[in-house]
């Protein structure tokens, strides 16, 4: 088939790569906007042309939408008015704002809501990888609203790249996706700032940074490109469980205060409960 | 040369196991108060056999100290009252009390503080590997109150493990490692709550849960028997980082209660010049 993804970034150009590698894409056109990521992606062979939005949907089977998500609600609509039989897809972070849109869409039935739960805290061209995907979940969303055959596709497509399937209601899944993953990255963003503000000897960090600190200041490298506009849709979520993690904290800090290690230690064994869940 | 080992757990294991593999020791005694652990490491080969505390001071040539922080001062001081050349080293995560008392042991020249960069969340002698301390930081602290032969002989044996030298004064080590560890785990163990308090259906957790989320809560899953004695021990400098944090944390809470979108933009910049130290 001949796929166009539009933004060709981390998850769309790794998206590029996967599928022409599993041999699901016989063409891969992109379309993207920031014109040197558009001759990076040529230059590293991620995509096979560029070509302006219209060109690109006409010839194509399917369409990734692949931009920062306050953006791709827009972009989803206008590439619906515009198909005909060809299956839409979105790969954001953010689900409830674009399908509460998309719902009113006639073509509503040409789009599936999909969020490949896989990242890393790299971005643009240079950053997508073939080592992607694979053995993640894949979360498709509202999918009742999708055409039974536009459905299937896209998931034997995700299957093909070898992720697992989860449906869920678009509503829930922004929830679901504060408590997993947009609070890592405040959690993450706020260490690395509570670091440079307070540890003014650079060499200091660097020499004395073990894995620890490395994994949970990894995602502080993210891209507010893409994680402005995340937490700009899911506000009232992540407000919702930020709230919570500064209330978690401060137990942390009171019973340092108090010296009540009786109290601290129970608080580390409560966390160490995520041992049940993720091994 | 024989080494004691006083503490068999992730850290005094995987430096049995390191030790051995590198041809440093020819002999392993273990000292271990949990039967169990004892058990474990004589049956995992770790050690070579389990000797009261005065009998394996006696035979060896080095004791490594190896227990929670809150207790290595009072193990230090003994074995330090009982050796006469042999070489002491402890190996916790504090250092500034244990250093402060054991300036006024008469053999303090026989002891060498040091504190290897390196762990993981898991605990325990099952916990020990081989794969341990190579690549990672090495601090040694307040150099000069070690014999010079004692203090060459631990720099030959971290370095023969692997690890590169840094010397740093206790007092300034136990605030870096409170910016870049002990801060790590309590914003690991608050994520961890936070998600076991809010979300409450944990398939959702275990589905859903992506790299990013895995990584920045890996340090929960750490021990209460290590961890306590940590923040009890460096409680200041913790206390410090984690008020600056939970600033920090505050400032993203405003940005998004504010929809001022400039502000995180700002903060998400800032917290990327960690890019600069770590790669």
Redesign the interface.
């Known amino acids: 088939m001949i796929v166009t993804i539009i933004g060709i970034g981390l998850i769309g150009g790794s998206m590029a790569l996967c599928l022409r590698e599993k041999g699901l894409a016989a063409r891969v056109v992109g379309v993207e906007a920031n014109a040197a990521h558009a001759a990076k992606a040529l230059e590293l062979g991620i995509v096979d042309e560029i070509l302006p939005l219209e060109e690109a949907i006409e010839i194509s089977d399917t369409v990734i939408v692949s931009v920062p998500v306050t953006t791709a609600t827009k972009v989803v609509m206008t590439v619906l008015d515009k198909v005909k039989n060809q299956v839409v897809l979105d790969v954001g972070s953010t689900k409830a704002d674009l399908c509460r849109e998309a719902d009113l869409h006639p073509n509503r039935g040409r789009f599936v809501a999909t969020h490949p739960?896989?990242?890393?805290e790299f971005s643009g061209p240079e950053a997508a990888t073939i080592h992607a995907f694979a053995g993640?979940?894949l979360?498709i969303c509202d999918q009742q609203k999708s055409d039974p055959d536009a459905l299937e596709m896209v998931e034997n497509m995700y299957r093909s790249l070898g992720m697992?399937l989860?449906n869920m209601d678009s509503g829930m899944h922004d929830i679901?996706?504060a408590?997993?993953?947009h609070?890592?990255?405040?959690?993450?963003?706020?260490?690395?700032?509570?670091?440079?503000?307070?540890?003014r000897?650079?060499d200091?960090?660097?020499?004395?940074?073990?894995?620890?600190?490395?994994?949970?200041?990894?995602?502080?490298?993210?891209?507010?490109d893409t994680?402005?506009p995340v937490?700009?849709q899911n506000?009232e979520n992540?407000?919702?469980?930020?709230?919570?993690?500064?209330t978690?904290?401060?137990?942390?800090?009171a019973s340092?205060?108090k010296?009540n290690?009786d109290y601290?230690?129970e608080?580390?064994?409560?966390?160490?409960?995520?041992?049940?869940?993720?091994k």
């Open positions: 739960m896989w990242g890393t993640k979940a979360v697992h989860l679901h996706t408590y997993i993953s609070i890592s990255h405040i959690t993450s963003f706020a260490l690395a700032n509570t670091v440079l503000e307070k540890e000897e650079e200091a960090i660097f020499e004395l940074a073990s894995g620890g600190f490395e994994s949970t200041v990894r995602l502080a490298k993210s891209n507010a994680w402005v937490f700009m506000k992540v407000l919702d469980v930020l709230n919570e993690h500064i978690q904290l401060r137990k942390f800090k340092l205060e010296e290690w601290l230690r608080l580390i064994e409560h966390a160490n409960k995520i041992k049940r869940i993720l």
